[in-house]
T-cell receptor, first 113, second 113 residues
Framework: KAGVTQTPRYLIKTRGQQVTLSCSPI?????VSWYQQTPGQGLQFLFE???????NKGNFPGRFSGRQFSNSRSEMNVSTLELGDSALYLC????????????FGPGTRLTVL | DQQVKQNSPSLSVQEGRISILNCDYT??????FLWYKKYPAEGPTFLIS?????DKNEDGRFTVFLNKSAKHLSLHIVPSQPGDSAVYFC????????????FGKGTKLSVKP
């Protein structure tokens, strides 16, 4: 079975721009979560989508948003980019339940200049 | 306030010996714990998990121990191999109420030949 895929793998943007990242979950997985990894804060939860609905949300500003499509693929969007948004953005999928194991993709490295 | 703490940023072990990675948590609502391994420029790879109803779970060379009264868990790798060199993250979730993972800051394990 193919793993979680994320595109693009690398992105360079400038302050004020907006960016959209894409995630395709493992086949059969209906839940997709997004995490941000930075050297200072570590891995932090952004949000989770299940059946096209946001099921859970972390403590991030409204500039960070996401959505999920009927095929479980998910996108996250960051508007009005700030330098501090430079990070590795990781997507994780699981079958559906809260105790199902989350499997991570390789991440998208976003650099904001 | 960090709910999941990995107090050792790094650990160096000789090949063939035991590696013990430690993790402490503060939230008594956590009922599901996982260990992930991460190589640079890759997403975390799931290693092993344990539910709060157990105190030990084994999978090959990896064993996780949970001490609920001390709010402490540990990952034992026996025997350690050079390929185990990576950053190890401990994660926890309060599965009954929300499924997002709370991660520790990680421990970098170096296994020397």
């Amino acid at each position: 079975k193919a793993g979680v895929t994320q595109t693009p793998r690398y992105l360079i943007k400038t302050r004020g721009q907006q960016v959209t990242l894409s995630c395709s979950p493992i086949s059969g997985h209906r839940s997709v979560s997004w995490y941000q990894q930075t050297p200072g804060q570590g891995l932090q939860f952004l949000f989770e989508y299940f059946s096209e609905t946001q099921r859970n949300k972390g403590n991030f500003p409204g500039r960070f948003s996401g959505r999920q499509f009927s095929n479980s693929r998910s996108e996250m969007n960051v508007s009005t980019l700030e330098l501090g948004d430079s990070a590795l953005y990781l997507c994780a999928s699981r079958i559906q339940g809260y105790t199902d194991t989350q499997y991570f993709g390789p991440g998208t490295r976003l650099t904001v200049l | 306030d960090q709910q999941v703490k990995q107090n050792s940023p790094s650990l160096s072990v000789q090949e063939g010996r035991i590696s013990i990675l430690n993790c402490d948590y503060t939230n008594s609502m956590f009922d599901y714990f996982l260990w992930y391994k991460k190589y640079p420029a890759e997403g975390p790879t799931f290693l092993i998990s344990i539910s709060s109803i157990k105190d030990k779970n084994e999978d090959g060379r990896f064993t996780v121990f949970l001490n609920k009264s001390a709010k402490h868990l540990s990952l034992h790798i026996v025997p350690s191999q050079p390929g185990d060199s990576a950053v190890y993250f401990c994660a926890a979730s309060a599965g009954g109420s929300q499924g997002n993972l709370i991660f520790g800051k990680g421990t970098k394990l170096s296994v020397k030949p």
